[in-house]
């Protein structure tokens, strides 16, 4: 029975690479903005169901903003899915602006910015601000700190001069981990990730079926328990995935990185070194007014619901979290998570 529990490398490892808004109940948003300026809560990060190599899904996204206009254009990058991007090449060059033109990297910085977000399913096991959620699963959205102490885990550091500690996949549903999240607030767009940590015991997933808590084992009846209550409540990562340029976006892209992308030097670096043809064509294209075909079509992306950590350099200050949410009362009853929370 144990390759259920088998987790592929893949998806795990590291690549080498307030306004009002709708809110997603699919994602977990521990928000302390809605709640005093601290979130407090427990969950376990689990393998995606239908898919384990999705367990921990990374995409890149992409916002124009164009400050006349006050209009904003959120789009997928296509490294995504592999393809060469003119989007990547756009923050490359902006970086290589920052030293010696610090007012031209600002300007660029606010028309333009790129980052990336991973995405996995977990259980939330303690919410004293919204206990409603508890034995629910929901996907939760992170960047660069919270997938720093993920990494330390499945590839602890290796020193002379300690014992390395031993490499644990938390997304194991025998041998994970639980996650303490403790979000503090410094700014009202930006979050404070810090005091986030696995804890220190390996244990197996536990999950509650009504009033019932259930520990997997390495069984048949368990493995065909555990499979069933995930498939039941996970939800899709389908509506999450990488959506391709619809033909109207492709030109929108044109049309911002000529108008936004300035001056021309800069521009012309971008062009030499893009290796997406098709976008280098249309943008010559655009400026010498003449036309071209634009992408095939797709779907149209939504714009996309992202937060952060303060320490985190993956998305600029220009984007905002998700919509708070009405404060809910927790629970009187007192449990083993209790005292965790009262010192932090």
Known sequence: MSDFFDLPDEGFKPKSTSYERKTDTNIYNPDPNAFNGKYQSVFRFLPYIHDKKLSKYTKYSAKFYNPLTKEAMYIDCPS?????????????????????????HKKLKDAFSRWHTNMSPVYIKKDPQRPELEGTIK????????????????????????????????????????????VGKKTKVFRD???????????????????????????????????????????????????????????????NIVSLIQPRPV???????????????????????????????????DEPVSFESEASNDITSTDTPLEPVEKAT?????????????DM
């Not at 990547?88 to 010696?100: C, G, N, P, Q, Y």
């Not at 009504?210 to 990562?237: A, C, H, I, M, R």
């Not at 043809?277 to 797709?298: D, F, R």
């Not at 009853?333 to 965790?340: A, H, T």
């Open 193 to 255: 990730w810090s005091k986030c940590k696995f804890m220190d015991d390996i244990t197996p997933f536990v999950f509650k079926i009504g009033d019932t808590s259930v520990v997997t084992e390495n069984n048949e009846k368990s493995v065909k328990l555990v499979q069933e209550f995930l498939k039941k409540n996970t939800p899709t990562l389908d509506d999450y995935l990488h959506r391709e340029w619809t033909e109207d976006q492709f030109d929108k892209v044109v049309e």
């Open 80 to 104: 995504n899915v592999g393809q060469p991007s003119i989007l990547w090449d756009i923050e490359s060059v902006i970086k290589t602006l920052e030293k010696e033109e610090p007012e031209l």
């Open 267 to 301: 521009l012309d670096k971008v062009l030499e070194r893009t290796k997406d043809e098709k976008m280098k064509a249309a943008i010559l294209a655009k400026l010498s007014g003449t036309k071209v075909a634009s992408a095939p079509s797709g779907d149209i992306i």
């Open 139 to 182: 996907f939760f959205k992170f960047s660069s700190q919270i997938n720093t102490i993920i990494e330390g885990q499945i590839s602890p550091e290796e020193s002379d001069l300690i014992e390395t500690a031993a490499s644990v996949n938390p997304y194991h549903l025998l041998q994970g981990k639980d996650f303490l999240c403790v």
């Open 330 to 342: 927790a629970g009187s009853g007192k449990d083993e998570y209790d005292s965790l929370f009262e």
